[in-house]
């Protein structure tokens, strides 16, 4: 029986099994148990195939028992809404087999780990769970070792902020609203301290103190259970330990998907997409050993990311026990969601919450037509591409071709027959059919590296909507909390804790803005670069093709 479902984010198809879907799009899913880490299923073009099962989630119908009160059951009791939407992306292991599928025995065990349940998808791709509405899902509770972030003594208390009716939106999913409100408990010791400092334009993330980058090499093809099931791994040296590391695209997945988990306001770079087929091809290993790269590269310059202790365990560990000790850390950690942003220190400076308002609708602006322009060079460059490997090797193969008729035509009347014009003619015909393999090629020296980059950049730019959204909702609660201290409605001082709060998810966000700047000059700027530069090469190996070509006709 065929299962509705949604895409949470946009798919393109790279061959005829596969089938493209749009973020937000409605699909059915023949068979929700997923083959490889892939679903097969329709989109609503009707076209039929695969795609990948993280990217989408089934939705089902709510039952009366769903309308039930939520405020006194677990996250993942039946009252919770996490029974209205089963997440194909949730953290269970079946849903995150990646396409190099086999068990998990390899580095994983009967863990201990608290179980998540399974929800729908949220700001940044986070899968986030209902919870108790005075409750933050992500914190394990211990009621004698934390307290409310606002006092409870106001006599004025029975009056507070409304909460969102919709309660499936990412504002709401992602905690954020229950830390504007105050209802993320504290915890008693707060280990992680990432800082916020005023720059020249702006929040921006405080520098790593250790900086270092990570190298990604040597894909190699590996087997086990006698040869039963084939993976690739890839070595991994980070310049702090200069010690390499073997990982898996599974191991990939799992450090990207607690990433996900932990860093709401922050835009993870994606992971190169997934393939059903054609997994040990080189074209695809040299295409994803690229594309890892380049999200290495983002992951070890972002002042955050780069000192998450998951992050650091994933590149340095290489003993088996003590990588199933820090997974189990990893998934254990309680600072994540909206407990995360209890982690910040922010600058003293002040900020106007309406100029925040005011520079974030700009970078909103911004984003929506970086992504169409994007997408417009994408589509460009892969019709280039397309060209290069198919067309305009034809036309030179026949233009070469045509060349070499003449030459053969000119030997039929032996005595008017120069040898000599007829070698150049002939010579003239294999240069430009040398000419149409050397503009086949080109696409790996070029627009190969353009569309990784490119690539990333959509998986960065697709992620901000929903960080944006988050600052939206917490300034309307400021709005109304003000609202409701002119009406008398709630004390003041409860109105400047929702202020406070604000400001945190305020500079947090401006923060990743301008780390995303400062990173989008870099990367755009080494993109174009070596973007002209190998067409400068690839010119003038052409022209020195034909050159060596006209020499031939000088002394006929």
Not at 269 to 285: M, N, S, V, W, Y
Not at 429 to 451: C, I, S
Request: glycine share 6%; aromatic share 10%.
């Amino acid at each position: 029986m065929a299962l509705k479902a949604r895409a949470l984010y946009s798919f393109q198809s790279e061959n005829k099994e596969e089938i493209s879907i749009q973020e937000n799009e409605e699909l059915l899913v023949f068979d929700e148990n997923s083959l490889d880490g892939w679903l097969q299923g329709q989109n609503s073009r009707g076209e039929r195939g695969l795609f990948p099962a993280s990217y989408v989630e089934v939705i089902r119908p709510r039952s009366s028992s769903n309308f039930t009160d939520n405020s006194a059951s677990p996250a993942s009791s039946p009252g919770n809404d996490s029974s209205h939407h089963l997440s194909v992306s949730s953290y269970g292991q079946s849903a995150y087999e990646d396409d190099d599928d086999d068990d998990w025995d390899d580095w994983d065990d009967d863990s201990t780990v608290v179980d998540e349940p399974r929800g729908t998808g949220g700001t940044n791709g986070h899968p986030h769970q209902q919870y108790p509405s005075h409750l933050h899902p992500n914190v394990h509770y211990r009621p004698k070792q934390i307290e409310r972030q606002d006092s409870m003594t106001s006599s004025k208390r029975g009056s507070v902020v409304g909460r969102n009716l919709n309660r499936f939106s990412s504002f709401v999913r992602s905690g954020v609203e229950a830390f504007v409100l105050g209802d993320v408990p504290v915890m008693s010791k707060i280990t992680e301290k990432y800082c916020i400092e005023m720059g020249p334009k702006g929040p921006q993330w405080k520098s790593n103190p250790q900086p270092f980058v990570c190298s990604i090499e040597d894909p190699t093809k590996q087997t086990k259970f006698k040869g039963i099931k084939s993976y690739i791994s890839y070595k991994v040296t980070p310049t702090n330990t200069n010690v390499s590391v073997y990982r898996r695209y599974k191991h990939f997945d799992w450090l990207y998907n607690r990433l996900l988990h932990k860093f709401t306001v922050i835009s993870v770079p994606h992971l190169p997409e997934k393939q059903a087929t054609g997994r040990f091809e080189d074209d695809f290993i040299e295409k994803r050993k690229r594309r890892l790269i380049l999200w290495m590269d983002h992951m070890t310059n972002h002042p955050v990311l780069s000192q998450y202790e998951g992050f650091q365990h994933f590149l340095t560990c290489t003993d088996e026990k003590a990588w199933k000790l820090g997974k189990r850390r990893a998934e254990k950690d309680e600072m994540i969601g909206a407990s995360f942003l209890l982690t910040f220190q922010l600058p003293t400076e002040h900020q106007d919450l309406q100029d925040v308002e005011d520079r974030v609708d700009v970078f909103k602006t911004f984003g929506k037509k970086m992504d169409d322009s994007v997408l417009q060079l994408t589509n460009v460059a892969t019709e280039l591409v397309r060209k290069h490997v198919g067309g305009f090797r034809k036309e030179f193969q026949k233009l070469g071709n045509a060349f070499n008729s003449i030459s053969q035509s000119f030997q039929l009347d032996p005595p008017y027959s120069s040898d000599s014009l007829n070698n150049a003619i002939a010579h003239t015909g294999k240069t430009y059919e040398t000419v149409g393999e050397m503009f086949a090629e080109q696409p790996k020296n070029d627009l190969y590296q353009m569309l990784d980059t490119l690539s990333l950049y959509q998986g960065l730019l697709s992620n901000f909507p929903d960080i944006i959204h988050l600052q939206k909702g917490a300034f309307a609660k400021v709005k109304e909390s003000q609202r409701m201290s002119d009406e008398g409605k709630m004390d003041q001082d409860e109105t400047d804790g929702i202020r406070r709060r604000c400001r945190v998810v305020g500079f947090a966000l401006q923060a990743e803005m301008n780390h995303f700047h400062e990173r989008r000059i870099a990367d755009f700027k080494n993109m174009m670069q070596s973007y002209l530069k190998q067409q400068i090469v690839f010119y003038q190996r052409v022209s020195q093709q034909l050159e060596r070509t006209l020499r031939m006709y000088d002394n006929l």
